[in-house]
C-alpha cells in the first residue's frame, strides 16, 4: 500500500475517533502528496512520497523553531504534527553507516591520505548514494571529520 493511501486511511480513522488534531496532521499531509501527484498528472513512487514527507518535517521543524517564546501554542502544536509525521518518514541512515559509506568512497577513489582538498570528489560520489535516506548536514559534518586527516 503506498503511503498516501495508509495516510488517507489512517486520516479515516482519526475523523471516525474524532482525533481531530490528528486527522489535521494527516490531512495537510495528505493534500501536500495530493497536490504533488495532481502536478505530476500520475501516482508518485515511494522515493517522492518520502521527499514529500521529509519537507514536510523540515518545514514544520523550521515552523516551530522560528515561534516566539511566548506562543507555547505553536510549538505544541508542530511538536504534535512532527509525530505524525514521523510515523511515515523513511528510515534515516546513522552516523555508523554514513562513516561506512564515507570510508568505501574513500576506497574507491584510492584516497588513503584523505585531506579537506579531497572533499569535492568525495561529496560529488557520496551524495548519491545517501540522498533522501540521510542528513544532508550530518552527512557533510562527518565528512569534514574524516578529511582532517
Given at each position: 500500500?503506498?503511503?498516501?493511501?495508509?495516510?488517507?486511511?489512517?486520516?479515516?480513522?482519526?475523523?471516525?475517533?474524532?482525533?481531530?488534531?490528528?486527522?489535521?496532521?494527516?490531512?495537510?499531509?495528505?493534500?501536500?502528496?495530493?497536490?504533488?501527484?495532481k502536478d505530476k498528472r500520475e501516482?508518485?513512487?515511494?522515493?517522492?512520497?518520502?521527499?514529500?514527507?521529509?519537507?514536510?518535517?523540515?518545514?514544520?521543524?523550521?515552523?516551530?523553531?522560528?515561534?516566539?517564546?511566548?506562543?507555547?501554542?505553536?510549538?505544541?502544536?508542530?511538536?504534535?504534527?512532527?509525530?505524525?509525521?514521523?510515523?511515515?518518514?523513511?528510515?534515516?541512515?546513522?552516523?555508523?553507516?554514513?562513516?561506512?559509506?564515507?570510508?568505501?568512497?574513500?576506497?574507491?577513489?584510492?584516497?588513503?591520505?584523505?585531506?579537506?582538498?579531497?572533499?569535492?570528489?568525495?561529496?560529488?560520489?557520496?551524495?548519491?548514494?545517501?540522498?533522501?535516506?540521510?542528513?544532508?548536514?550530518?552527512?557533510?559534518?562527518?565528512?569534514?571529520?574524516?578529511?582532517?586527516?
Amino acid at each position: 500500500m503506498s503511503k498516501t493511501k495508509e495516510i488517507q486511511k489512517q486520516m479515516m480513522e482519526a475523523l471516525k475517533a474524532k482525533d481531530s488534531a490528528r486527522k489535521d496532521a494527516l490531512s495537510l499531509l495528505l493534500s501536500a502528496l495530493k497536490a504533488k501527484a495532481k502536478d505530476k498528472r500520475e501516482d508518485l513512487t515511494e522515493a517522492e512520497e518520502d521527499a514529500i514527507i521529509k519537507k514536510e518535517i523540515k518545514q514544520t521543524r523550521e515552523t516551530m523553531d522560528s515561534a516566539p517564546a511566548d506562543r507555547e501554542d505553536i510549538r505544541s502544536e508542530c511538536q504534535f504534527k512532527l509525530e505524525v509525521y514521523q510515523a511515515f518518514a523513511p528510515e534515516e541512515m546513522g552516523e555508523d553507516q554514513i562513516r561506512a559509506l564515507v570510508q568505501s568512497v574513500l576506497d574507491q577513489l584510492q584516497i588513503t591520505a584523505p585531506t579537506p582538498r579531497d572533499k569535492g570528489p568525495v561529496m560529488k560520489h557520496l551524495m548519491p548514494q545517501v540522498k533522501g535516506k540521510a542528513d544532508g548536514k550530518l552527512v557533510n559534518q562527518i565528512v569534514g571529520e574524516m578529511l582532517k586527516g
